[in-house]
Structure formats: C-alpha cells, structure tokens
C-alpha cells in the first residue's frame, strides 16, 4: 500500500466519521484536530477540508488545563472565544463543543468539535456519543502512525537492501558470505578478481578448501572456534593475516576479516578479504630498510635519539643508551619518566624539555652543552642539537637530537686556557725579571765596567787590587738578586710542591725567634689566636717563608711614633682558612699604590733594606698554592694582611 493510497483511506474514515457525528449532534460544522502532527479535517456545508485553525496553540493551551468537554450553549454569552473571528460578529457560529483526544500516556494529542449556528445545548446520548467518536478518531489516528511508520520502515528496508547490495558488489575487498558450515553462500566480484573463481563456480562449495590454503588451515580453525565456542554474538570482527590459494592453487598473503550475524536464528559468518601480497612486500622492503638504516645508527659512535611531537622518545640508538633493557623502556617515554626511572636530578629533563620546546616553537636547529657523570663518576660533557623535521603540511612530525661527546675536546680546552694563562703569567712574569735586570742589575754592572776602566787605566799594583776589592760587594748584591729571581721562577712552575699539615704556631715561633733581635730592639708585642684553625696543610717552606716577610715587614715598617703591636689570627670561611697579620706601623696608601702593591721591584717606604721583593715573593708563594692575598691600610693608622689557605677543613676537625 502507498501512501498516497493510505492518506485517501484515512480521509474517507474521518470523513464518514465526521458526518454521524454532525447528524448525532445535528451540527453543521464538525472537525477533528490533531496537535502532534499539526493536521485537521473539517466537515461543513461545503463538504471536507483541511484546516489548522484548530491547531492553535489557544486549543492546545485550554484542553491540557480542561481535559473534560467543553459545551458553550452560547457563545455570545461566553468571553473564552473573543480573540477568534470564527466565534465572533464575523462568523455565524453560535454554538461549540468539543472533546480532548488524550492517549495511553496520559497525552493530548487533539480534540474532536462540533459547532452551529444556532445557540442550543446537547443531550447527554449527544454527549455519550460525541466522547465515543473521540475514542475512535485516537485509534484512527495511531493505526494510521502505525501504518504510516511501518510503510517508512519498508521503504526503508528497500533501500538499505539496495544499497546493501551496491556495496556488497562494488566493495573494494572481496567479501564472502557462508553459513554455520562453512559453505560458500554470496561471492562479490572483487573475490573473483582476487580468487579467480566466478560466484556460480564456488557458491555451495565449502569455504575452507576453496580459498584457505592447507597450511594455515589451524589459523583458520582457531579463528573460527573463536566464534562457535560463544553463545553470545559477538559483534566484534576478528582479523588476521592468513595463506590463501587461488583457482590456479597458487599461494598468497590475505588480510582475512571475520565477523558473525544471525539473522532468523541462523548464524551466518561475513568475510572481508584483502590481497596483501604487496603490502606484503612493501613492508618486507620498509623493514629491510629500517633494519639496514638503524644497524647504521647504531653503529655510529654519537648519540641519536629521536623524539615525536610531544617530545616522547621513538627511537634511541646504543650511542645514546648502551644498555639494551634501557633502550627498550625509553621508548614511549619522555625524560621526565626517563630521570625518575634512573634516580636522576630532574633538572636534565627541565633543561632537555626546555631545549625541545624551543626547537619546536623556532622551527630552526637548537645546540647546547650538558655534563652527566658516567657508571665509574666522571663528568662526561656532550655537545647536543636538536633539528625539528616538518611534513608537507608543515606540521612537526619528529624531533632529531644528536650528542657529541666532547669530554677530551673540554679537557684540551681547559688545558689550552691553563697553558694561556701560564703563559700570560710568564709574560708578566718575564716583563718583571726585565724590570729588575734593568732596574737592580744595571747599577751593579755599570759599577763592574767603571772599575773594570779604573784598573786598566791605573798603573798602580796597589791601586789596582783596591779596585779588584771592590769587585766583591757588587758582585755579590748583583748574585743574591739573580738568586732571588731564579726563586720566584721556581714558585711559579713548582705545582707539585708536597704539602703537609702545618702547627701555625710553630711557624709563627720559628720566625720569632729568628727576628729576636729586632724584636728586643724595638720592644714589639706580638700576639696570637689560632682557636679558630691552628693547622694548614701547605707546604712547609712556602709558609714560613710567608710568615716570615709579613712579619720582618711589620717590623721593617713600624711608627718611630709608637711601639710595635703585631697581631695574628685564624678564621673560618667555606672550608678555607683565612690567616690574618694585623700592625700599627706607618701603613700604606692603597688609593696611590693599589695597583703596583704587590709587583716585584716596587717599595712604598724608605728603608735601607727595601727592595720591593718581599711581598711579591709571598703573593707568589700564596696564589702558586691556589690561595688569596689581600691588604686594608691607611697612611699613619698601620696594615692587616689577609691570606685564604684553600680547603683547609679537613684538617682542623676534630
């Protein structure tokens, strides 16, 4: 049945409906209306038609307040109908009544009415009746939504049967439908492009000798046990990869997909087939070449890693990560994941993290330096890039790092800098000894030539071994300051010197005793207070060296205005001792003097023993050592000297 067809039938029933109930109520209008899908019928004089007049929302609005009859003998007395021309002066209607269609549900779905143009009431059979119409239009109306939904649904069917079978025939894989036992029931054309056979040649045939070949009949056996040892359907298709044979009983690869329907109580299996022969293939390709790529990778000597969008490794090479177990687990993760698995410092991943998000917001090649310590505890420094990789959308599909161990490189540049500096020293060291020799040389050596011209020139015997005698004292000033210099050199390049825990009082008592003289002499005080460190570990002869000239300074330098006070102390600082020597002699004016304080040849004092070689000799002694040496002084108010003994802590606990 059409639904042309059905709509004409539903109209004739409503129609003859309609007019028992306008004889039944002698009305001359009636009208049946129906909300849910916005149609109406009325019945007049001037035959059947449709009409949405009582559709409006006021009807839908009043029934679902007022389910009961609604009778109005005379409307003209009555305000419910004011807004409404069919009730008012322009229309002739005088009297209404109507019924509310409600369902099972509980739910208004229309009304039933009836209405004339004479004022009247209705008796209570015209009552009974009109609300016995109402039933029968409801049932009308949902036989008809039944007939209606069922005729869509065929339809429907129709459709999904045809398209269906448009697509069971112009599938792109082969699709093969067989029963519960295996026999071959449907054979799309694209199974005879792959197979061989036409539909009429396999069809009732059994599917496993026809198309699975023998050795992955087991294959075949497990998938399908799969499915029969369940009761319940399963909707999921199952796939696996399986030797199949053609018609000429050659071989090939097949991507077999398999799922099972019931239709009618019947189980029927569906199988979606694709020649994988050149996926196959290609794949064999791809992975011979992964495998012939990654045995590169892995076999060069630098790091290589390389990470996805979201910065999670998917390939690291033995470079990076030699053990194997290790490799396996990065895999997936990011460093994050990766220094936690390890108990390293978190703060590698922030760096690494860093350097990435960089790489991938600039798009341009990232390099960096990082130091890890290795199994056995060295620091191993790398020289690492980072060259984000885009696809054709531009979009960043992969992040390639690469690590360059450059530990020798580092230490040879460290080398180079401590040579550089050594020479810079040397340099330095070399204008010094240039700046003596033609300072404290050039006096003695002009001396030697002009008694060298006396005596040539003198014919005396006895005047001439005077001027030989006088050879003596510059010849022995000119030795002691060639001594002094070749010592400062020795300093300087003796590195290796061995040191050795020091007593400082010892030390300190031991150029007392030596100054004794001076000390008496002058009548000093010298005091001492070693509570904080009492012990240096240095070596010997370069510590009481340094004792010795800050000491014999204080006292070469002391105030004729007051008697020499000379005071010594120890404190602590990061593990490092800091010797202090504190006097009230003359001082020293730092403003004038501060940057020529410590160089070799220079002297800030008039004393006839002042060569300006003492304190450069302890600056020597001190910074060969790794030490500090500084000074506070002012003119008239004395000096403190401060020396750093480095990593002293050790041997001062107790």
């Known amino acids: 049945m059409d639904t042309i067809t059905s709509v004409t039938k539903s109209e004739n029933a409503c129609k003859d409906m309609l007019l028992l109930v306008?004889?039944?109520?002698?009305?001359?209008?009636?009208?049946?209306?129906?909300?849910?899908?916005?149609?109406?019928?009325?019945?007049?004089?001037d035959g059947l038609s449709s009409s949405e007049f009582f559709?409006?929302?006021?009807?839908?609005?009043?029934?679902?307040?007022?389910?009961?009859?609604?009778?109005?003998?005379?409307?003209?007395?009555?305000?419910?109908?004011?807004?409404y021309g069919i009730f008012n002066g322009e229309s002739s209607n005088q009297f209404y009544a109507g019924v509310p269609l409600i369902d099972a549900n509980g739910m208004l779905v229309g009304h039933l009415s009836v209405m004339d143009d004479a004022k009247r009431p209705l008796s209570q059979?015209?009552?009974?009746?009109?609300?016995?119409?109402?039933?029968?239009?409801?049932?009308?109306?949902?036989?008809?939504?039944?007939?209606t939904a069922l005729e869509k649904n065929e339809e429907l069917s129709k459709n999904n049967e045809t398209l269906m079978e448009a697509i069971f025939h112009n599938a792109n894989d082969a699709v093969i439908v067989m029963d519960n036992k295996g026999v071959i029931l449907q054979w799309n054309p694209k199974a005879t492009v792959i197979f061989g056979w036409s539909g009429d040649e396999v069809i009732g045939k059994s599917f496993r000798r026809t198309v699975i070949a023998e050795e992955s009949y087991t294959d075949y056996f497990k998938l399908l046990d799969h499915y029969k040892t369940r009761r319940q359907l399963q909707k999921n298709s199952q796939t696996i990869e399986i030797c199949a044979c053609r018609n000429d009983r050659s071989t090939f690869d097949i991507s077999l997909g398999f799922s099972s329907t019931i239709i009618f109580g019947q189980r029927y299996y569906i199988c979606s087939i694709n020649d994988i022969t050149d996926q196959k293939l290609i794949t064999t390709k791809l992975d011979?070449?992964?495998?012939?790529?990654?045995?590169?990778?892995?076999?060069?000597?630098i790091d290589i890693a390389v990470f996805d969008a979201n910065h999670r490794y998917i390939f690291v090479n033995p470079g990076a990560i030699r053990n194997e177990e290790l490799r396996k687990y990065i895999i997936g993760k990011d460093d994050y994941?990766?220094?936690?698995?390890?108990?390293?410092?978190?703060?590698?991943?922030?760096?690494?993290?860093?350097?990435?998000?960089?790489?991938?917001?600039?798009?341009?090649?990232?390099?960096?330096?990082?130091?890890?310590?290795?199994?056995?505890?060295?620091?191993?420094?790398?020289?690492r890039r980072m060259f984000p990789v885009h696809d054709e959308n531009g979009e960043l599909s992969m992040v390639i790092g690469f690590g360059l161990d450059i530990t020798d490189r580092k230490v040879l540049e460290e080398k180079q800098a401590t040579l550089v500096d050594n020479l810079s020293k040397q340099n330095t060291q070399l204008i010094d000894f240039c700046n003596i020799v033609s300072h404290n040389l050039r006096a003695p050596l002009v001396n030697m030539s002009m008694l060298v011209e006396f005596i040539e020139e003198c014919t005396d015997v006895d005047e001439?071994?005077?001027?030989?005698?006088?050879?003596?004292?510059?010849?022995?000033?000119?030795?002691?300051?060639?001594?002094?210099?070749?010592?400062?050199?020795q300093i300087k390049n003796n590195l290796e010197i061995e040191?050795?825990?020091?007593?400082?009082?010892?030390?300190?008592?031991?150029?007392?005793?030596?100054?004794?003289?001076?000390?008496a002499q002058l009548d000093a005080k010298v005091e001492m207070d070693f509570s904080a460190a009492s012990v240096v570990f240095y070596p010997p002869q370069y510590l009481h060296s340094i004792i010795h000239n800050l000491i014999s300074n204080?006292?070469?330098?002391?105030?004729?205005?007051?008697?020499?006070?000379?005071?010594?102390?120890?404190?602590?600082?990061?593990?490092?001792?800091?010797?202090?020597?504190?006097?009230?002699?003359?001082?020293?004016?730092?403003?004038?003097?501060?940057?020529?304080?410590?160089?070799?040849?220079?002297?800030?004092?008039?004393?006839?023993?002042?060569?300006?070689?003492?304190?450069?000799?302890?600056?020597?002694?001190?910074?060969?050592?790794?030490?500090?040496?500084?000074?506070?002084?002012?003119?008239?108010?004395?000096?403190?000297?401060?020396?750093?003994?480095?990593?002293?802590?050790?041997?001062?606990?107790?």
């Open 499 to 519: 040191r050795e825990n020091v007593d400082l009082f010892d030390s300190v008592q031991r150029t007392l005793n030596t100054l004794q003289a001076e000390i």
């Open 554 to 654: 204080s006292l070469k330098y002391s105030s004729p205005d007051r008697k020499p006070l000379i005071k010594m102390a120890t404190s602590l600082d990061k593990g490092n001792i800091i010797f202090s020597i504190n006097d009230n002699g003359l001082g020293i004016d730092l403003i004038k003097h501060k940057d020529n304080f410590f160089k070799i040849g220079k002297v800030f004092h008039r004393h006839t023993n002042s060569k300006g070689f003492g304190l450069f000799m302890t600056k020597t002694q001190v910074e060969a050592m790794g030490g500090m040496i500084w000074v506070e002084s002012a003119p008239g108010e004395g000096s403190t000297f401060y020396i750093e003994f480095k990593n002293q802590i050790a041997c001062n606990e107790k």
């Open 125 to 147: 059979q015209q009552i009974t009746t009109l609300k016995a119409f109402a039933g029968q239009f409801l049932t009308l109306h949902q036989l008809q939504q039944k007939v």
């Open 337 to 383: 994941e990766y220094a936690i698995y390890r108990n390293r410092d978190i703060s590698i991943a922030d760096i690494r993290r860093a350097q990435f998000l960089q790489a991938k917001s600039t798009g341009k090649e990232i390099r960096w330096e990082d130091s890890l310590p290795n199994p056995q505890g060295m620091m191993i420094t790398h020289l």
């Open 22 to 45: 306008a004889q039944i109520c002698r009305t001359k209008v009636t009208a049946i209306s129906f909300f849910d899908t916005q149609t109406g019928l009325m019945l007049d004089d």
């Open 464 to 489: 001439q071994k005077v001027f030989v005698s006088k050879f003596r004292p510059v010849l022995s000033n000119l030795h002691t300051t060639f001594n002094e210099l070749v010592e400062s050199i």
């Open 55 to 83: 559709n409006d929302d006021f009807f839908i609005a009043y029934y679902l307040d007022h389910p009961g009859i609604l009778i109005i003998p005379n409307i003209g007395h009555s305000r419910l109908f004011d807004s």
């Open 288 to 301: 011979k070449q992964k495998e012939f790529y990654e045995s590169i990778l892995n076999k060069l000597p």
